[in-house]
């Protein structure tokens, strides 16, 4: 586990994002008190999310009409 404070951090971010990255615990202290630790974000198998969809979802023209039944609920 790699513990370091606040202003070494900021010096070193490149290199600590790499190491947790790599799976090391990276925990950055202020004032030697834990306040955060270095995680990284699930694998989405390198795709990424914005646009995964696209061209696969299509939306009608009346997608945001009532459904019968409802259109006394007003809005």
């Not at 010096?11 to 994002?17: K, Q, T, V």
């Amino acid at each position: 586990m790699t513990r370091v404070n606040l202003a070494e951090a900021k010096a070193r971010l490149s290199e600590l994002i790499d190491r947790a990255l790599a799976g090391e615990e990276v925990v950055i202290s202020r004032r030697d008190v834990p306040v955060i630790r270095l995680v990284p974000e699930p694998s989405h198998d390198g795709r990424s999310l914005v646009g995964l969809f696209r061209r696969q979802v299509v939306l009608g023209p009346d997608f945001d009409a009532p459904l019968p039944g409802f259109e006394d609920l007003g809005g």
